[in-house]
């Protein structure tokens, strides 16, 4: 058993991982720390807790010790926790932006507000198990990415690989409430948000960066709040630098995911849900991915969907402990969603 600390974990994030970890057959969470709910009951905060644990919130200085500590904090504000954490965990595995990007003029850019430690951008390692197993294994620092950004990367890093796209995608990436956190303002007001499909970022998204850094492409990503709670959906659009048929696209994704625990490929001709559709994954660690060919234009537009709270979020940062710490990677992430829900 390791010792875990949860730093945010009164949002929404901070709930998942808390989920997550309860129900982890080799950790123990010790420290769910929140300044806010200081005191209160965890399961105040995540009433799905309930039964579960009697662990109240902690603030920062009563935490004890831990081997690994998850940083579920806000963007901005993380970069300046690090140091304290730094000392008191073997691991920090942070999902706020703050360290998926190599360059802080990026960074700036995209956050708009300058990195206030870009000396330790190049301990952090990126939280994909898909292609860094390798440096995971025997990572102290690792950064989660963003929940669409990981969808798209999954779903275009196939054809990048294999040389099949031009330089050039645009995403399309669609998300529920749950996506702007359990502090987000009139905008998610249920009566202003029910029934609404509010295009937030028609340009320049931030996770466009992410993508860009993680393909080598130039990205163009717009985002659109649905009324789904969970769930996140992109269409990825790339010309192609070849003729190809369906069935070459299907080889490529199959050849790069089809020993994958966590990533399916999902394109079929009939059925309700013959692309990935966010639906049937909330509550799971699976990303599903697929494509459709548009021979005509030649292009290929490349589908991605998963929970981001899960995938998107936690169960993606616990996979990453789990390469860490030389588990199966499925551990403590067996769910595998709801249907109908």
């Known amino acids: ?73 806000p963007h901005r504000e ?9 000392g008191r965990a073997g691991c920090l595995i942070d999902l706020s932006a703050d360290f998926r990007l190599r360059d802080p003029q990026v960074y700036e850019r995209y956050y708009g ?3 206030t430690a870009p000396d330790l951008l190049p301990g952090f390692v990126t939280g994909w198990p898909e292609r860094h197993r390798k440096e995971l294994a025997e990572a102290d620092r690792i950064s989660v990415p963003g929940c669409m950004a990981n969808a798209a990367v999954l779903a275009l890093y196939p054809l990048t690989a294999a040389g099949l796209v031009a330089d050039t995608a645009t ?7 749950s996506g702007s956190g359990s502090g987000a303002g009139p905008m998610n007001l249920h ?44 269409l990825c659009r790339a010309a192609l630098t070849t003729e190809v048929g369906e069935a070459d696209l299907r080889r490529v994704y199959r050849d790069c995911y089809g020993e994958e625990p966590f990533v399916r490929v999902v394109a079929q001709r009939r059925g309700l849900y013959r ?30 969907a998963l929970d981001n709270l899960v995938k998107g979020a936690a169960g993606n940062a616990v996979q990453c402990l789990n390469i860490r710490q030389g ?7 067996e769910f595998p969603g709801l249907h109908p829900l």
């Not at 993380?78 to 730094?86: D, N, P, R, S």
């Not at 588990?327 to 992430?333: D, H, N």
């Open 1 to 73: 058993m390791i010792r875990a600390g949860i730093v945010g974990a009164s949002g929404y994030i901070g709930g998942e991982l808390c989920r997550i970890v309860l129900g982890h057959p080799r950790m123990e969470l010790v420290a769910p720390v929140s300044r806010s709910l200081a005191g209160r009951r965890v399961d105040g905060a995540h009433p799905n807790l309930r039964g579960l644990t009697d662990l109240t919130f902690k603030v920062p200085d009563d935490a004890p010790d831990c081997d690994v500590v998850f940083l579920a904090t």
């Open 78 to 86: 993380t970069m300046g926790m690090v140091a304290h954490w730094a």
């Open 113 to 115: 507000a300058p990195h």
């Open 171 to 177: 995403v399309d990436g669609r998300i529920g409430s």
């Open 191 to 234: 009566s202003e948000r029910s029934g609404a499909m509010r295009v937030f970022a028609p340009t320049g998204h931030r996770h466009e960066a992410e993508v860009a850094q993680a393909t080598g492409l130039t990205v163009r990503m717009s985002a659109t709040g649905v009324e789904a709670v969970r769930g996140a959906q992109v």
């Open 275 to 304: 692309l990935p559709e966010p639906k049937i994954l909330s509550g799971s660690n699976f990303c599903d991915v697929g494509f459709a060919l548009d021979a005509d234009r030649g292009e290929v537009i490349a589908v991605a």
């Open 327 to 333: 588990w199966p990677e499925r551990l403590g992430l």
